[in-house]
């Protein structure tokens, strides 16, 4: 089982920065593929970024030279560094854990956190 627990959303302007924290509960945090999504009011849940236990990540194309994923195996923590943002980033932002390789769709992930509110002013 593992526990997830998100935070570091907040308000920010259009070109502002944030940093979401995931952290995990867990001794075998490093072995499973920890990712990003986000869902905004009256849409679906998406995929943002992942990062497989090895290091490889994955990003949505949103998103790609604006967010960061890392891992910190040693503090059972995942980060989501948010660059350049923008009014259309606006959403909840919900941290998932899964055994295995990355995936990009909700339904493979097994563990999910409560989530942490983004929201971007023009």
């Known amino acids: 089982q593992v526990q997830l627990v998100e935070s570091g959303g907040g308000l920010v302007q259009a070109g502002g920065s944030l940093r979401l924290s995931c952290a995990a509960s867990?001794?075998?945090?490093?072995?499973?593929?920890m990712g990003w999504f986000r869902q905004a009011p009256g849409k679906e849940r998406e995929f943002v970024a992942a990062i497989s236990w090895s290091g490889f990540t994955r990003y949505t194309d949103s998103v790609k030279g604006r967010f960061t994923i890392s891992r910190d195996n040693a503090k059972n923590t995942v980060h989501l560094q948010m660059n350049s943002l923008k009014p259309e980033d606006t959403a909840v932002y919900y941290c998932?854990?899964?055994?295995?390789?990355?995936?990009?769709?909700?339904?493979?992930?097994?563990?999910w956190g409560q989530g942490t509110q983004v929201t971007v002013s023009a």
């Open positions: 998932a854990a899964r055994r295995g390789d990355i995936a990009l769709r909700r339904v493979s992930y097994d563990y």
């Open positions: 867990g001794r075998t945090f490093s072995s499973y593929t």
